[in-house]
């Protein structure tokens, strides 16, 4: 029979602009989240992690932000380059119980951002 | 440097065999996980190992195998009940309390 693939999200945008990668997140006892990229026949790269108790976290051109409120999660990328075309993923971590986190990580669909020299 | 190594990079199973995909780690991470990536999919999780000799299942564990008897070394075994088994494999580990997973490059299985 004929299969249906998934059709991921994707973002395009020109080198040198600031791109918003989108996640919704399902479990309100997450309480660690992680960005990761994954480039075509590579495994998933660390990009930036934030704990439940922070609603912003920066690194190198890089800024997440958390919104509990409406369990949303989003990463911008500042001045965008080629290189930073991938499919990025986010992640949640439910804790467990006791309130201590073991990495047991639930991975979102993905986004595929192309960036357009 | 220190990581993760996952081999082979491709292989390839004959119907009613089982293989093993190798994953090792240099990090001193206590916990480590296999995930199954199929295309344009996210990541889900078949196995993972918080301590040496012991591990839980994951979501989706039905057909496959581990062992964890080395602090480095969490193995995968896709067993002949795995009825589709084609889909790129990937290894983690992490320190156990709340720390992000650090990922191999995957090992991709195909059936002949």
């Known amino acids: 029979g004929e299969s249906v693939g998934l059709h991921l999200p994707t973002l395009s945008v020109q080198e040198g602009d600031n791109s918003i990668i989108n996640c919704a997140y399902s479990n309100s006892a997450s309480d660690y989240f992680i960005w990761y990229k994954q480039e075509s026949g590579k495994g998933p790269q660390f990009i930036i992690d934030i704990r439940s108790n922070m609603d912003k976290r920066q690194g190198q051109r890089v800024t997440v932000l958390l919104n509990k409120t409406v369990k949303h999660l989003s990463l911008q990328i500042a001045a965008t380059q080629p290189g930073d075309s991938a499919v990025y993923f986010c992640a949640e971590n439910i804790s467990s119980g006791g309130g201590t986190s073991y990495g047991k990580l639930t991975f979102g669909q993905g986004t595929i951002l192309t960036v357009h020299p | 440097d220190g990581g993760i190594t996952q081999s082979p990079k491709y292989l390839f199973r004959k119907e009613g065999q089982n293989v093993t995909l190798s994953c090792e780690q240099n990090l001193n991470h206590d916990a480590m996980y296999w995930y199954r990536q199929d295309p344009g999919q996210g990541l889900r999780l078949i196995y993972y190992s918080q301590i040496v000799n012991d591990f839980q299942k994951g979501d989706i564990a039905e057909g496959y195998s581990v062992s964890r008897e080395k602090k480095e070394s969490f193995p995968l075994t896709v067993t002949s009940a795995q009825k589709n088994p084609t889909a790129f494999y990937l290894c983690?580990?992490?320190?156990?309390?709340?720390?992000?997973?650090?990922f191999g490059d995957g090992t991709r299985l195909s059936i002949l």
């Open positions: 983690a580990s992490s320190m156990v309390r709340g720390q992000p997973q650090h």
